[in-house]
């Protein structure tokens, strides 16, 4: 059987693209809740804050440096995979991307080894200015990549001459249609996974009784913020959608698996679709709910799949289903964060067990629903490159033989995957040693055996002194 090198080279950018996601959106997020730790800090001179921050600045440090791993060789696919793109966009790509290295990835580098090692080296004004700038690198590098990414969604400011585009609106092309909305949702996505993230392992330390004037505060700051960015995130979800509705209406009818033009859409809960045959089996809708969120009229016009070829459209039953993976954590998230609104008034938020472990579990929610946003806004684009003007197979490296990109996607996994056993391996050290170690206090504390975590070690009630309630744990 012959090898396909467009499908293989579709699937290894895809590999590269969601392994690499995964860390940026934690870490823009979890830059800014340090620059927070680190103005409280420094303004209350409380060391409850000064252990947080070091901590979960060792934590950003590994993290960081996966992400600057696994992101160095996504470029490099531009030349080896999609030569015919990258000459194509050159023009504009090119100049983009060289920014985010200069106004980003180098303010990065530079201040966090400030933030890593200065601690006692710097004025504390100073360190507090690091943390600043680490955090505003990292949404500078998104602004950038996110710029270039909505090029290629909503393409504007450019014209396309002799192969080559050629910008004749830089303002245009930078802020194109999609931009304000995709660059708030990324924006609002990081900070729900870094709030979830720093609320599980706040949980996981309360429910081991470790810490736990350090890590109610965490916890109890992640939750006010949950409370108002999780309800934003549905509001910016829907501009996004209408932006979507308007520039990508392929992308849309796929993602409401609706492939007749119509009115009076339903909204469906499931549904098992059949490209093959341009329909769906085993339907479970919602009567008209469709034609509301999309269009904010109860019988309003939504676009069908079949408005465009088949070849022209992208793989609904991916699009489908990540959607509704992506919307359905969203709603789980939503819950949390009231959850813990309504435990808050009796004190319980961080006293209660089945909360606790709630978040744990939660923790890994935001990556899920990042990874099925990432499949729907980029196989909703399928099959172009460059949304109605560049499809794959014309971006394609014209000498790429499938052989030769089966080889590069079975190195490509071996080594990330090697990268991330290595990587995660030195984050679960630094989980396990906690904030006791943080500076030096407690430094007996990175010495002893951890007990395995386990439904018998999990105490049921956390009393106000922070020690676990043996006398309260259920079935011990």
């Known amino acids: ?7 293989l080279s579709r699937i290894q ?3 590269v693209v969601s392994f690499h996601a995964i860390f940026p959106v934690f870490t823009i997020g979890l830059a800014s809740y340090i620059a927070v730790l680190e103005g409280l800090s420094f303004k209350t001179r409380d060391p409850v804050w000064t252990k947080l921050s070091g901590f979960w600045t060792k934590v950003f440090a590994v993290v960081f440096g996966m992400g600057v791993v696994s992101g160095i060789v996504m470029s490099f696919q531009f030349g080896t995979n999609w030569s015919n793109f990258a000459q194509a966009s050159a023009n504009f790509l090119g100049p983009i ?17 400030v933030l890593l090692f200065g601690r006692d080296k710097v004025p504390a004004g100073v360190h507090l200015f690091a943390a600043v700038m680490v955090a505003t690198g990292t949404f500078i590098s998104s602004f950038w990549i996110l710029s270039a990414n909505s090029w290629m969604q909503t393409p504007a400011g450019v014209e396309l001459r002799d192969g080559m585009f050629h910008v004749t609106s830089w303002s245009e092309a930078i ?3 999609s931009f304000p909305y995709r660059f708030m949702h990324m924006a609002l996505a990081s900070f729900l996974t870094g709030g979830f993230v720093v609320a599980g392992v706040s949980a996981w330390y309360l429910l081991r009784g470790r810490e736990v004037e350090a890590n109610r505060k965490a916890l109890s700051m992640c939750l006010w913020l949950l409370l108002f960015i999780a309800p934003a995130q549905l509001f910016v979800g829907d501009l996004h959608g209408l932006s979507t509705l308007e520039h990508q209406p392929t992308k849309v009818a796929a993602m409401e698996g609706n492939w007749e033009t119509s009115r009076n859409v339903p909204l469906l809960l499931f549904a098992i679709p059949d490209q093959e045959n341009q329909t769906n089996h085993l339907e479970i809708p919602i009567p008209n709910l469709a034609s509301l969120i999309l269009t904010h009229e109860w019988d309003g016009e939504v676009p069908g799949i079949t408005e465009v070829p088949v070849e022209e459209q992208p793989p609904v039953a991916i699009v489908f289903w990540s959607f509704r993976v992506m919307v359905g954590i969203g709603v789980l998230m939503i819950l949390f964060a009231l959850t813990g609104l309504v435990l808050r008034r009796n004190g319980r938020y961080w006293q209660a067990p089945w909360f606790l472990q709630g978040l744990r579990f939660m923790s890994v929610a935001p990556f899920l629903a990042v990874l099925t946003g990432w499949f729907v806004t980029e196989t909703g684009r399928a099959p172009w490159l460059v949304y109605g003007i560049m499809d794959q197979a014309e971006g394609l490296t014209p000498s790429l033989t499938g052989a030769m990109a089966l080889f590069t996607l079975i190195g490509y996994i071996v080594v990330y995957a090697l990268v991330f056993t290595a990587g995660l391996y030195y984050l679960m050290r630094v989980l396990y040693v906690g904030l006791e170690d943080t500076y030096g ?9 951890m007990r395995p975590f386990s439904a018998t070690h999990v105490p049921f ?9 043996s006398a309260k744990q259920g079935g011990h």
């Open 1 to 7: 059987m012959e090898l396909d090198p467009l499908i």
């Open 13 to 15: 950018f895809a590999f």
């Open 97 to 113: 991307l060289s920014y985010e290295v200069v106004t980003a990835f180098f303010l990065e580098a530079a201040f966090l080894g």
């Open 175 to 177: 802020f194109n249609p």
């Open 441 to 449: 206090e407690d430094e007996h504390e990175a010495e002893r055996p």
């Open 461 to 469: 009630e956390i009393d106000q002194a922070g020690h676990g309630d």
